[in-house]
């Protein structure tokens, strides 16, 4: 999983103690006044029997980098098809550079870089070789074919597989590849599907550092169901899930908005070295706004929980004083960090589920 | 015109960078060699025993030779077709690629024209090696030339409107082995419908028969240039192509 590789990310999200309710500013209202590059309108894909993407509506203003959202299966392929041309939507309308995708395929295709999911390379031809044939297909040739040739494969760092055969590449370079492929003829819009799906944590960082060098030129939409990859790269975030919108939001905001509830991670010792884990555990129930108490590990005289307060509540403060007045040592107290099911769940209006690493919870739940 | 070519010449590269075209020029050179090696050893021996027996009948290579072995090409070429066609489509839709092509600034018709030809292009090769043989007949003999080359025709008219049915059918699906049988299939009947006006008379056994494609490359090969006979060939090829262009269409909606 990507997301225990990447999961320390978090606590940076949750260090500044910021207590705000979620009462992030809601929709596109950033993006509105300025020139948008793509707008979609209640776009609809059906397939056969079912609905893959349900009226979504959103808008990505010039120069920008959005991420898209969603856990798999959530409909950002498809929205992405759709907005390559790749796929015509059922209903709605989407437009990219002011050119509608159904009416003008065309214009819309001379404006988009791609990389699908798994990079569209023949295994037969040579690095080289397939970039000329992707920048021909894009309407290079001569000279600026050669110059956009060698400048994407310096950008993607792809030079020193020039003359080798794709179908030899690890899988690092065959993403780079698609990379320099979606950027060859300089398009206004680059669209990246997972563009760091099955790389190693190294290759995955200098692919972020790259689509984010990108930026300027570009507007990017690239689409993750990893949420510190948006909080790295991209500069608004649009969440999907089950084919609808559930936020637009950018990065702050949608950090301030996941913030409602807090999860505190406590570890208490007791001064003679004996400690009932049981009634620690009643104690911190006691708490006002707890909602939930977990047990992590029990040693002698040594236990460590979880709590999870209610939404609304923020009960460090008076976790600690219990802890204090019932003579134990607080020895730490710091807010645990959320996993992305967790604020998923939470800004789709689900209930958080425990994970399975957790013990049963014992307490009530909200 | 220049996407069509460019995709032409990118499928080309990967025929001719794979083995695969090597495997198919190497069989059918072989398996023409001995039809060669046959028909003319054949026309040899009787030619002697003719001498022998003191008769002199006219001997004819257009007529004894080059014509039914023109006929064999035809029928062995209906076993190479399959081959030829089955990856177009089919490998690109497996390995997703054909989201590149289908996301570049260039139309559905483009791409099948430009996969169609470099097929054809291969074909040709195919029918270059028959080429080489018939040197033979001329460089010894005193063969016309002009039947040749209808044949030839024929010949390119009759696999372009197979490889056209080939080239449809690799649309419909993901899987190259599919593809292939579905089109060898499609092949063989084509040939065999021929036969239904072996004891029929009928209307009905008449139109089947005239679907058939070896009826029309009789005249072909006999080294008459029939417009009937290119009308349909002509027909076949358009209506492959056009139902591809249809079927990469559909693609798109269904998918």
């Given amino acids: ?366 | 015109m220049r996407n069509t070519w460019i995709i032409c010449r990118k499928e080309l590269h990967s025929y001719f960078v794979s083995p695969v075209a090597y495997l198919l020029l190497t069989m059918f050179g072989l398996i023409f060699g001995f039809f060669f090696w046959n028909a003319l050893g054949y026309f040899v021996i009787e030619g002697m025993q003719m001498e022998m027996r003191g008769q002199s009948f006219p001997m004819n290579l257009n007529e004894q030779i080059i014509r039914p072995l023109l006929s064999n090409v035809s029928v062995v070429g209906l076993f190479f077709i399959p081959m030829i066609t089955m990856r177009l489509f089919a490998e690109e839709k497996r390995s997703g690629t054909i989201e590149l092509l289908a996301t570049s600034p260039i139309r559905d018709l483009e791409i099948i024209i430009g996969k169609w030809l470099a097929a054809m292009a291969l074909y040709s090769c195919l029918l270059l090696f028959t080429a080489l043989n018939f040197g033979f007949l001329f460089r010894y003999g005193n063969p016309e030339w002009k039947p040749l080359v209808i044949g030839y025709l024929g010949l390119l008219l009759q696999g372009g409107a197979l490889l056209a049915i080939g080239t449809f059918i690799s649309t419909l699906t993901k899987n190259q082995i599919i593809a292939g049988a579905a089109t060898f299939g499609v092949c063989l009947l084509l040939w065999v419908l021929e036969w239904a006006s072996g004891y029929e008379t009928t209307t009905w056994a008449r139109v089947l028969a005239y679907m058939s494609v070896i009826t029309h490359f009789e005249s072909f090969a006999r080294g008459v240039l029939d417009s009937k006979d290119t009308v349909f060939y002509l027909t076949v090829i358009f209506l492959g192509l056009f139902f591809s262009a249809r079927s990469m269409e559909s693609l798109r909606w269904r998918s």
């Fill in chain 1, 1 to 366: 999983m990507h997301i225990d590789i990447l999961d320390l990310h978090f606590l940076k999200w949750f260090q500044p103690r910021m207590f705000k309710c979620g009462s992030a500013k809601q929709g596109t209202s950033t993006v509105a006044n300025k020139f948008s590059m793509i707008e979609v309108q209640a776009l609809t894909k059906k397939y056969a029997r079912t609905v893959a993407v349900d009226q979504i509506s959103f808008e990505v203003a010039k120069g920008q980098i959005v991420g898209f959202l969603g856990p798999n299966g959530a409909g950002k392929t498809t929205t992405m098809r759709v907005l390559t041309c790749f796929l015509p939507p059922s209903a709605g309308r989407a437009t990219v550079a002011g050119f509608d995708v159904l009416e003008q395929p065309l214009e819309v295709k001379k404006r988009i870089g791609y990389l699908p999911e798994t990079p569209p390379i023949y295994p037969e031809m040579e690095t080289v070789e397939y970039l000329k044939f992707v920048g021909k297909l894009k309407g290079l040739s001569g000279a600026s074919l050669q110059k956009r040739v060698d400048y994407a494969s310096d950008r993607c760092a792809i030079a020193d597989v020039r003359k080798k055969l794709l179908g030899k590449l690890s899988k690092g370079y065959r993403q780079r590849v698609g990379l320099a492929q979606a950027i060859i003829h300089n398009p206004d819009v680059l669209i990246l599907d997972e563009p760091t799906a099955g790389l190693d944590p190294k290759q995955i960082n200098e692919t972020r550092d790259l689509i984010r060098s990108l930026a300027g030129d570009h507007t990017i939409i690239l689409s993750t169901h990893i949420l510190p990859e948006v909080e790295q790269t991209c500069e608004q975030v649009i969440i999907i899930n089950k084919g609808k919108l559930v936020a637009t939001d950018s990065v702050r905001n949608l950090q301030a908005r996941a913030r409602g509830a807090e999860s505190v991670r406590v570890e208490i010792a007791a001064r003679n070295g004996i400690l009932d884990a049981g009634i620690v555990q009643q104690k911190l129930e006691q708490v006002s706004g707890v909602s939930r108490v977990v047990s992590q590990a029990q040693e002698d005289g040594h236990v460590v929980f979880e709590v999870d307060s209610q939404k609304g509540h923020f009960v460090r403060g008076d976790l600690a004083r219990a802890v204090v007045e019932s003579g134990w040592d607080l020895n730490e107290l710091r807010p645990a960090a959320m996993s992305l099911e967790e604020i998923f769940l939470q800004l789709t209006g689900a209930e958080a589920s425990a994970g399975p690493e957790q013990a049963v919870p014992k307490g009530e739940r909200p």
